[in-house]
Structure formats: structure tokens, C-alpha cells
């Protein structure tokens, strides 16, 4: 597994293995990049600050030990009460940190890590 390295975030972009992406990304265990679900977050709490249970279940992937969340510029995601339980049912730690943060220990971090990174706010 070849893990995307993350070279540099700004508000409203977060580039990529050189690639400068203009929205919220998903990189799965495979190192697969996918655009955020946000409108499940959306649907339950009407923004995507907070990650629903729904959008919890289609972060989670199984094998994945560690999630490393950038909550944005100045860190404005949280996880609900439903979505951090679920992830401590499945194992999965939840490592929550301001994106310009969150890409350090992405780009360090060992094992069967997932991540998501808000690109703004």
C-alpha cells in the first residue's frame, strides 16, 4: 500500500502528491482519494461540521486501525456522540486535529491509517 503523501493545505484547497484538490477528501486504506461525502452530514445536522453516523459508516473501512480527521483551517469539524461511538466500536482511533496539523501526522503515520480533511473553516 503506497500512502498519497500530503505536501500542503490552504483555505478551500489541500494538495496532494503535487496535485492541488478544491474540496474535501476521503483517502481510503488503498490510498484511493475520493471527494468527502459531505451531504450526509448535511442531511442530519444541516452542515458538515459535524460528521453523522450515516458518514461514519462510509468513512470506516474494515482492517483500518486509525483515522486521522483534519477539521479544517481553524479546526471546526467535530465528530457527533454516534460517530465517535461507532468508531470506538469498530476499533478505529480517531485522531481529530486542524487540518494543517492533521497532514503531519498523516504523512508520518504508520499502519492502517484513513483520512478526511476539511479544507476550510
Known amino acids: 500500500m503506497v ?9 478551500g484547497s489541500i494538495t496532494i502528491d503535487g496535485s492541488d484538490i478544491d474540496h474535501d477528501v476521503l483517502i481510503r486504506l488503498s490510498g484511493e482519494i475520493k ?3 459531505k451531504k450526509l452530514s448535511k442531511a442530519v445536522f444541516g452542515s458538515s461540521h ?3 453516523l450515516e458518514e461514519a459508516e462510509y468513512i470506516f473501512e474494515k482492517g483500518a486501525d486509525r483515522l486521522i480527521i483534519g477539521s479544517g483551517q481553524s479546526g471546526m469539524v467535530t465528530l457527533s456522540a454516534e460517530a465517535a461511538e461507532y468508531f470506538k466500536k469498530e476499533g478505529v482511533r480517531v485522531e481529530l ?7 503531519h501526522q498523516w504523512n508520518k503515520a504508520k499502519g492502517s491509517a484513513i483520512g ?3 479544507v476550510t473553516c
Open 35 to 37: 471527494k468527502r461525502k
Open 50 to 52: 459535524t460528521i453523522s
Open 116 to 118: 478526511l480533511f476539511h
Open 97 to 103: 486535529s486542524p487540518t494543517p496539523d492533521a497532514i
Open 3 to 11: 500512502r498519497p503523501r500530503i505536501d500542503a493545505t490552504q483555505f
